[in-house]
């Protein structure tokens, strides 16, 4: 065999191991129908310095592993292959892929094609050319369903308001770091990491490029509503203090509604003199308090769930195995 099975958790290589221009970090989850293409068609790629691919198989139900592990046995390139005791979620492998890596800039993108591999070289020397830490992809036109558009255009109008990121920039997991960046960003060891979030954190020479977006070319896509809304907890909680400030702004507006209710009452009261008690009305405010209260004790629980977890020792991820060809090894 021209590969090999560790079953260490290799530490993080430094950026100035030998020879490798660029790292490809492919989180893969049922993805056994295209990653063998998207693969071929990286192999010929020419970037400057030279490429390696790391996958990282995100405890998929198909038979990914077994194909990801064939394409170790035969591939032309590098390529490490790391395998995830079972699905942790996207940001959580491609965190692992990226302590996987030896290049000096590292690429990361999904398994579904729609990302065109011919874009891979152009992105690399945009941030290469430009020295820039970060680059990410946008697209003139998006090939996902409706309500997905939509989904992604809400996530990233709340991350300019969350994350001290360039307004407008769009956030997109086909995106190009320096090994500086990745070396900062796979210090976090939390078991809910937002890689974008963690890269706004680490710098702020960061670009953006346009590419082409291609129709789906097999099955249909792994993010579905609520990976969507798991998503957009991990850039609103992890990130940023600012559910807190809405809850603390809720309940200050409640309370002066509260107020301004009370001295209606009392003035009505002392009025009138004989005004019945309006069931309609007390329902409402009820309601109303108790809705707000729900809300912020909601937002509480979820920051404190998140740090009990975080204190107990949540895994971000657990490696099963990791296997090379021999090109990747690390003395090659």
């Given amino acids: 065999m021209n590969y ?107 398994d579904d094609l729609q990302n065109p591999p011919e874009e891979v070289v ?80 680490v710098t702020q020479r960061i670009d953006s490029i346009e590419v082409r977006h291609l129709p789906r070319i097999e099955g249909r896509s792994n993010y579905n509503l609520t990976r969507l809304v798991r998503l957009w907890l991990n850039l609103a909680t992890s990130f940023s203090l600012a559910p807190l400030r809405l809850a603390i702004y809720a309940g200050v507006f409640m309370a002066l509604l509260g107020a301004a209710g009370a001295v209606a009452t009392i003035a009505e009261a002392l009025i009138l003199r004989d005004t019945p008690s309006g069931w309609a009305s007390t329902m409402t405010v009820i309601l109303l308090v108790a809705g707000v209260q729900s809300m912020i004790l909601g937002v509480l629980g979820e920051y404190v769930g998140r740090t009990f977890l975080s204190a107990n020792g949540k895994p971000q991820g657990t490696v099963r195995m990791i296997a090379r060809n021999a090109a990747a090894r690390v003395d090659a």
């Avoid at 079953?7 to 492919?26: H, K, N």
């Avoid at 992604?152 to 709340?158: H, I």
């Fill in 4 to 110: 090999e099975t560790d079953l260490r958790y290799d530490r993080p290589r430094a950026p100035d191991q030998p020879g490798i221009g660029l790292s490809i970090v492919i989180p893969v989850y049922r993805g056994a129908a295209t990653i063998g293409r998207l693969v071929e068609a990286l192999s010929g790629l020419r970037p400057v310095g030279g490429m390696e691919i790391v996958l990282v198989n995100d405890g998929s139900p198909d038979n990914s592993a077994d194909v990801c592990q064939e394409l170790v046995r035969h591939a032309t390139v590098p390529i490490t292959y790391v395998e995830h005791a079972r699905n942790f979620g996207e940001h959580n492998a491609v965190m692992t892929g990226l302590r996987q890596i030896r290049g000096a800039y590292v690429i990361t993108m999904d």
């Fill in 122 to 201: 152009r992105l690399y020397d945009h941030a290469r050319l430009g020295n820039w830490d970060v680059v990410y992809t946008r697209y003139a036109i998006k090939q996902h369903a409706g309500w997905r558009n939509i989904g992604s255009r809400f996530a990233n109008a709340v991350a300019d308001r969350l994350l001290d990121k360039p307004k407008g920039l769009y956030l997109s997991s086909f995106r190009c770091m320096a090994a500086l960046v990745v070396q900062s960003v796979t210090r976090y060891q939390g078991p809910y990491p937002y890689v974008d979030g963690l890269i706004m954190q």
